[in-house]
């Protein structure tokens, strides 16, 4: 019988999105022994300051990667939002399932809308990006930092430390939370970070038996526009501590299949965005298309 052991974090949300993918995995590959490994990352050690302060999201995927170099693990599965543009030399994202819903929602028990929230209410966000988006509409709240597990930044937000919460939807469908939302936030309002609500599933580059195993789980039109989000941050050369937001789909536009990429960037506070791009091309032929694409809007942003 072949073995797979797969690398998770082990907060609850993690968990949840890796059982999910593996059971998914199983359900292709019946014969497949699958063993998890859970590793505690700095990251996740780490719940004092803003990510920005002390490294940005790579945090959440180094020891990970560590236990693929160091074989004790055949796969990793992460929120591909976490994972730097630049992979460690050996190691590749060799498969991304289907999207989950990639906007960002917000909680505020007592006021429900971002509309409603009164002049000066205080959100919880350490995410520079989701600053920047809601101080665009609402330049009047105040942005307060919160970082902590999804139930630690619900609980907190329950005991009133914040009038409000900005989540990833995501996060809250993967665990069951969906209705703690009380506004789903369009892209026009809080446009998602890079990868926002994919999974990106980590091997070596040369274990070509896994990366067949994984294949039959991979969904190009997802894959294709998470490539080119990925493109934008790496053209930035950004990470935690740069506000980026980017978000590729597929549309149709006058009978033809189109990819519509919108990007921005803002200050290093998350206080001003300083600039947008909205571009659409036909339908990239491959990922490699698509990554050059996001590369060609994030050069626009710089320039």
């Known amino acids: 019988m072949p073995r797979l052991v797969y690398a998770t974090r082990r907060s609850a949300l993690a968990l949840a999105q890796c059982r999910a993918f593996v059971a998914r995995l199983k359900a292709a590959h019946p014969d497949l022994e699958l063993v998890e490994e859970q590793v505690v990352t700095t990251g996740d050690k780490i719940q004092d300051r803003p990510l920005s302060e002390v490294g940005g999201k790579g945090l959440f995927v ?3 990667e560590e236990a693929l170099l160091e074989r004790r693990a055949d796969i990793a599965v992460h ?3 976490d994972v730097p543009a630049t992979l460690p030399d050996g ?3 060799t498969c991304i399932p289907q999207r989950e819903d990639p906007r960002d929602v ?4 007592r006021y429900g809308t971002l509309a409603d929230l009164p002049k000066g209410a205080k959100i919880g966000t350490s995410s520079l990006r989701r600053a920047a988006n809601l101080l665009a509409v609402r330049p009047d709240l105040e942005i307060v930092p919160l970082r902590g597990n999804v139930d630690t930044r619900l609980r907190k937000v329950d005991a009133g430390e914040a009038d409000g919460i900005i989540l990833a939807r995501a996060g809250l469908v993967r665990l069951g939370l969906a209705d703690r939302a009380t506004e789903v936030l369009s892209p026009e309002v809080s446009l998602p970070a ?3 609500g994919a999974l990106g599933i980590e091997s070596r580059v ?3 038996a896994t990366g067949r195993l994984l294949a039959v789980l991979a969904d190009e039109v997802t894959s294709r526009c998470v490539h080119a989000e990925r493109g934008v941050l790496a053209a930035l050369g950004a990470d935690c501590k740069t506000p980026l937001g980017a978000y590729a789909e597929r549309i149709e536009k006058d009978g033809a299949v189109m990819m519509r990429l919108r990007a921005f960037v803002a200050n290093g506070t998350g206080a001003l965005v300083h600039a947008r791009q909205d571009q659409t091309v036909p339908w990239p032929a491959s990922d490699d298309d698509a990554t ?4 060609s809007v994030g050069g626009a942003l710089l320039g």
């Open 194 to 196: 890079v990868g926002q």
């Open 292 to 295: 050059a694409f996001g590369l």
């Open 62 to 64: 180094k020891e990970i």
């Open 79 to 81: 929120s591909i939002k």
């Open 206 to 208: 040369d274990d070509e």
């Open 91 to 93: 190691l590749a994202i």
């Open 106 to 109: 917000l909680v505020a028990p």
